[in-house]
């Protein structure tokens, strides 16, 4: 009996001595798990910092459509007064044209009658 509780204790003692002291392979294990962690923690803050990267380039986007599109409102609203200046411009061409043509009738008229001798 004397045997069995000495082995006992030297079962005990073993098995204590193996808990406090970690063995190579749970020290390489820690490690690993250690490094994963620090691989971890860097890739997430990776992902945050590209995540914060797409939210301003989607407001820059948002911005850009925005002025894109008043843009487009003032160079609609440009072309139709370009459209509407262009048919003033003709229309004053007309009435110059118009006008131009009623003066070269008076002054031929007032030829004529220069030319024409006086009636008796």
């Not at 409102?73 to 044209?97: F, P, T, Y």
């Amino acid at each position: 009996m004397r045997r069995s509780v000495v082995g006992s204790i030297l079962l005990l003692a073993v098995t204590a001595a193996g808990a406090q002291a970690p063995s190579d392979e749970d020290r390489k294990r820690e490690a690993a798990i250690q490094q994963k962690q620090q691989q971890a923690g860097a890739a997430f803050r990776r992902l945050e910092q590209v995540q914060h990267e797409a939210k301003i380039a989607e407001q820059d986007f948002l911005n850009a459509r925005d002025a894109h599109g008043a843009a487009q409102k003032q160079a609609d609203e440009r072309r139709q007064r370009l459209e509407a200046a262009k048919k003033a411009l003709d229309a004053a061409r007309s009435r110059v044209e118009r006008a131009r043509k009623v003066y070269d009738e008076a002054v031929t008229g007032v030829d004529q009658a220069f030319q024409k001798p006086p009636a008796k």
